[in-house]
DNA sequence: CTAACATATGAACAATCAATCATATGTTTG
DNA sequence: CAAACATATGATTGATTGTTCATATGTTAG
């Protein structure tokens, strides 16, 4: 088969090697629900906002809170987030912990989304 | 002031100039809450299974669902919240309906991803 | 027109989540 | 040691969300 037919949905719409490339080609199950927790941390105007304020500094916790209007219990609960997600990394100095992006791909990512915001 | 004195938190541990690059760079509200819904977009294995399908071919709507061992209901439902998010574009034909990945973003976002968890 | 089919939609329910409040942990200062 | 402070954590709660089931819309074939 796979000539160029298309069956409507008594099965398949599609040819057969299309339907074989997709199944190829698509990820393992614990590495797509990965990817959609990355995604979800980003899905938080909140988080989104701590993640816009370290892009200049880091910044400790009870700074981002006033910055941003917020309580320090959320703000809190949100870096804890943030960081079992590996998009903050956190740095004691005695009693302040000073929070910084952990890495190149969350300034990318977000510029991205921006870029599809923008159109 | 912002000479160079860090005061922890009676205010802010940050100069006061980090403070305005800060706010000044930070995008409007409207903005940030919309870029937290794109990720919310992304942030379901369920709609990452579907955008997947749809990097190698446009495909149906029960093609998916049986590519994906999915409900037509719950497919449909998702591919309204991915066209809301233009994610996803449908054409039209006859009782089918196609959907395509509405632009290249979503395959550079989704990469993107990818690279962070690949770490 | 009617039956069959592909898709969309609406209501309902269980699960997940972010903010709040209260409190615990851990550090510095006197 | 005790008081003050910065942060973290746990429980609770209201809101949001994904799936299911039933049904509606719209298209094609007979």
Redesign the pocket.
Known sequence: MDSGEIE???FLCVHEHTVAKVLEQMPEDEKLYDLAELF?VF??S?RIKILYALFEAEL???DIAQLLG?????V??????LKTGRLVK?RKD?????YSLADDHVRTLIAQGMEHINE
Do not use: E, I, N
Request: charged content about 20%.
């Open positions: 409507r949905c008594g979800k899905g938080d909140t400790c916790v009870c917020l309580t320090q219990s959320a809190s609960h949100q870096l804890r987030v956190p005695g009693k302040t912990v000073f």
